[in-house]
């Protein structure tokens, strides 16, 4: 490890995930020094960002606009895919639609304006974009990716995403301090800021630099946090990704007068085996087969629409659902209709399977005869509409207490299966007052000079839901903006 009593630096950049890694290229390539901070051991590297499936929702004008950026994906010859138009106007109406109409809009719009731009930025600065299938719908030897969901991941997911950064960022020679943790930030005299105290294992020590970029993720692995903002319940949650998200970025700049926004009772929370570790549960515990689903709880109560509409726009709200409920837990049940559309991380579960539904309640220990009930109602209640996974089938219940919006087949073939769920959170929304160029700002809007922040720890882009695939995208724009804003700062000094 480099002296830090030696380290002076220009770009002062906390936490290494993709937010932090494409400031740090987007400021390195602008001709300044930078410095990468990360509170994790290099093994343990790459944030959430690293546990994350590596999907971004981006904006594009139609397949040939995002072949501009594709690679060759293995198994499929792009003449038999199809994906339908995601414009600008329908990636914002989708933002606003889904968070309640409480998306900050000058946010939004930095989000699905500079989406394709950054996309095709990133694929210049070392990451390869493939083809993803967990989307997909197969209709008669094509894939065909419907509108809103999305058809493109960094190859190798999560991982493979990170895994690029870092090499590209080796390769210039871009400092990463490992085992190194911010503590507080440092102001000069003006109140500019202008480094950090931070922690390693030689003890503490001061790190002086002419910008700092805040990219060390939300609250969501700090039980004390998640139970004071979210809520009773909350501190017991699984966590999906990385243990190291503590709020450290926010309560820094907090310290120093940055003012908190957005949905700080908010987080994306979804739905995961309830079997899966209490941290760092990995993306492979998603169980996100469920609009083929009833869920039932521990009564035997189905408790939600598991159809309202495609998982990409209900996932990251369902995990809330499930907590509310008695113990916590839930069972999605399928019948040999349904169950060969599970997703293929399915095999890695214990489901509970039998002959009748009386069995399967016995199983899960559920009253048989409540089961029962909820079975007949939902069975009785079917439209006639056939149905079709790869599309809003309108398939839908009517009369009940929920009813399904969509994908409504009635459970009558047996073996029945059951699998247990559990809410995983996977994000705080609350955190720092940004502007467009990503500058922390105060309570009464003026900018902390020399402080920007990236990724999610900044709050106002989402509230109650999220339509997946936004946050690796909003941790590129707003850290190629920070970075790019930092560069004009310090050479304008
Ligand atoms: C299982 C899972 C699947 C997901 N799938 C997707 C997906 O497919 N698409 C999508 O858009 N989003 C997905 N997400 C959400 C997405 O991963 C995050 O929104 C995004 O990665 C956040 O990026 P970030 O750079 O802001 O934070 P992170 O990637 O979490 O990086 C923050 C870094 O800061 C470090 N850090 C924390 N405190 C300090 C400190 N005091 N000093 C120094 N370093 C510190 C942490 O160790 C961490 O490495 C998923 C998340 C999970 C958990």
Redesign the pocket.
């Known amino acids: 490890m480099a002296n830090l009593k030696e380290l002076e630096t220009d770009v002062l950049i906390?936490?290494?995930?993709?937010?932090?890694l494409v400031a740090a290229e987007a400021a390195h390539d602008a001709g300044v020094k930078v410095t990468v901070?990360?509170?994790?051991p290099r093994e343990r590297?790459?944030?959430?960002?690293?546990?994350?499936?590596?999907?971004?929702?981006f904006a594009y004008k139609d397949f040939e606009q995002v072949k501009e950026i594709l690679q060759d994906t293995p198994g499929i010859d792009f003449k038999d895919v199809e994906v339908e138009p995601y414009p600008t106007d329908m990636f914002y109406s989708d933002l606003m639609r889904v968070t309640e109409g409480l998306a900050d809009p000058s946010l939004s719009e930095l989000l699905v304006n500079k989406s394709q731009e950054v996309v095709a930025w990133m694929a210049h600065h070392g990451i390869d974009w493939e083809l993803h299938l967990s989307h997909v719908a197969k209709v008669k030897g094509k894939y065909i990716w419907r509108s809103g969901t999305i058809p493109v991941?960094a190859r190798g997911?999560?991982h493979g995403l990170q895994e690029m950064h870092f090499k590209h960022v080796e390769s210039r020679a871009i400092d990463i301090l490992y085992s190194?943790?911010?503590?507080q930030l440092t102001q000069d005299s003006s109140g500019a800021a202008d480094g950090a105290l931070?922690s390693t294992p030689a003890g503490k020590r001061r790190i002086q630099s002419k910008a700092v970029i805040l990219?060390?993720?939300g609250f969501e692995s700090n039980p004390e946090m998640r139970a004071r903002y979210l809520g009773q319940n909350w501190d017991l949650v699984k966590v999906?990704?990385?243990r190291?998200?503590?709020g450290?970025?926010i309560k820094?700049a907090t310290d120093i007068g940055a003012e908190p926004f957005g949905h700080w009772s908010g987080c994306?929370a979804s739905v995961i085996d309830a079997e899966a570790a209490a941290v760092e549960?990995?993306?492979e515990t998603?169980r996100y087969s469920y609009p083929y689903s009833i869920m039932v709880n521990v009564n035997g109560e189905r408790f939600v629409d598991e159809g309202e509409d495609f998982q990409v726009y209900t996932y990251a709200k369902t995990g809330r659902r499930i907590l509310a409920q008695p113990a916590h837990i839930a069972y999605q049940i399928y019948d040999q209709k349904t169950l060969p559309l599970l997703r293929s991380n399915y095999q890695r579960s214990r489901p509970v399977t039998a002959n009748t539904v009386e069995d399967l309640a016995s199983g899960l220990g559920i009253e048989p005869a409540r089961l029962r009930r909820t079975i007949d109602e939902f069975n009785k209640a079917v439209s006639p509409v056939a149905f079709d996974s790869s599309k809003r089938d309108g398939k839908c219940t009517t009369g009940l207490n929920p009813d399904k919006s969509n994908w409504a087949s009635p459970i009558d073939s047996p073996p029945y299966q059951a699998y247990p769920v559990a809410c995983g959170i996977?994000?705080t929304y609350g955190g720092l007052k940004i502007d467009p160029q990503s500058a922390v700002l105060t309570a009464d809007d003026t900018a902390i000079p020399g402080l920007w922040a990236?990724?999610?720890?900044t709050g106002g882009f989402f509230y109650h839901n999220y339509p997946?695939?936004?946050?690796?995208?909003?941790?590129s724009i707003t850290?190629y903006v920070a970075a790019t804003e930092a560069v004009k700062y310090i050479k304008g000094r």
Request: aromatic share 6%; glycine share 24%.
């Open positions: 906390v936490g290494a995930g993709n937010a932090a901070l990360e509170r994790a590297r790459g944030g959430n960002s690293t546990f994350s499936g590596g999907l971004f929702r991941a997911g999560g190194t943790r911010a503590l931070v990219a060390c993720g999906r990704g990385t190291y998200n503590t450290d970025g820094m994306h549960a990995a993306d998603t996977t994000f990236a990724g999610e720890l997946s695939g936004s946050g690796l995208m909003r941790g850290g």
